[in-house]
Nanobody, 115 residues
Framework: QVQVVESGGGSVQAGGSLRLSCAVS????????WIWYRQIPGEERDIVSTITEDGESTYADSVKGRFTASLDNAQKTAYLQMNMVKPNDTATYYC?????????WGQGTQVTVSS
């Protein structure tokens, strides 16, 4: 059974940094990638970043140059390094792990940025 567990959220002041982790277990070999989302209450879940198993990443314009996705394939863990955070980065962050075409959600982790 595939499990996706996120960690690393918390409270930080504007201009600070956080690193989110997304650890996956129970996966057999497959072509895989991760997508990071964030969601503010009452709004849709938006894509923040994607990263393939080869380490190729993409970013939403709102975080480009500040956030960096990386991964440890051996540990089946993806990371989202968040630097120079802003108050409007406040949201619940989710990762979704894809094994082939099947996606698995993490439970979400809250990030709160104070000004």
């Amino acid at each position: 059974q595939v499990q996706v567990v996120e960690s690393g959220g918390g409270s930080v002041q504007a201009g600070g940094s956080l690193r989110l982790s997304c650890a996956v277990s129970g996966v057999t070999y497959c072509v895989h990638y991760w997508i990071w989302y964030r969601q503010i209450p009452g709004e849709e879940r938006d894509i923040v970043s994607t990263i393939t198993e080869d380490g190729e990443s993409t970013y939403a314009d709102s975080v480009k140059g500040r956030f960096t996705a990386s991964l440890d394939n051996a540990q089946k863990t993806a990371y989202l390094q968040m630097n120079m955070v802003k108050p409007n980065d406040t949201a619940t962050y989710y990762c979704r792990f894809f094994c082939g075409t099947k996606g698995y959600w993490g439970q979400g982790t809250q990030v709160t940025v104070s000004s």
